[in-house]
């Protein structure tokens, strides 16, 4: 297993899965939260759904939930930790190396009329 | 949701799925294939595991399962098809934008001591 070019152990599934991608990408790009409207609206997702990923990032400790109320109507801020941050950006490294992997193979492999190299 | 600039709705989960992009991505790097047990190496993968994502690649026209022989010994040639390929140089597009997006935003999250931009 450790010779395993194209095992991508470090794409951590709390973030790889698609719906968590856009929830945590829209949170890193707001220092000071988003609220759960807000949030719901940029990721494309419903109550249900958000909610059933906010729980589980939560859970891990990469992001927090503040309920409160603005006025009287409820508002539930979301925010990533530090520790989210921090997680996030090494993911992102490992997806910039899939990435640059499956370019390189893409680039021949997209010339389908081409001699392989 | 037209609207909602986080979906990531062309982040196909077919190839999305990360054992699917470790195999996905050796097989466009092999245009006459690999066997099954050179992929299962390459990925990291039990046989269970390779044989459950390369049915649902199968399924999905997006790969071949030649089972043949070498000799005595059985050998399952498994090769991405055109439409794979085709299909798979789409959602690396795709994947490349939502680094794009992500890695902006976090350029600005890392520096957790600087004053936000």
């Known amino acids: 297993m450790a010779e ?18 856009g929830i945590v990408t829209s949170l890193a790009g707001h220092v000071d939260g988003l609220g759960f409207s807000e949030l719901k ?16 990032l939560e859970e891990a400790g990469l992001v927090t939930l503040d ?20 997680r996030f950006a090494e993911y992102l490294e490992v997806l910039q190396d899939v990435l640059r992997k499956a370019s390189r193979v893409g680039a021949v492999g997209r010339g389908l009329n081409e001699e392989p190299a």
């Open 41 to 56: 609206a940029l990721c494309g997702l419903t109550d249900g759904n958000l909610n059933r990923h906010l729980a589980v």
């Open 4 to 21: 395993a070019p194209y095992a991508y152990a470090g794409l951590d599934r709390l973030f790889h899965e698609r719906a968590r991608l």
């Open 67 to 86: 309920k409160g109320y603005t006025g009287k109507r409820p508002l539930t801020r979301c925010q990533l930790t530090d520790a989210g941050r921090l």
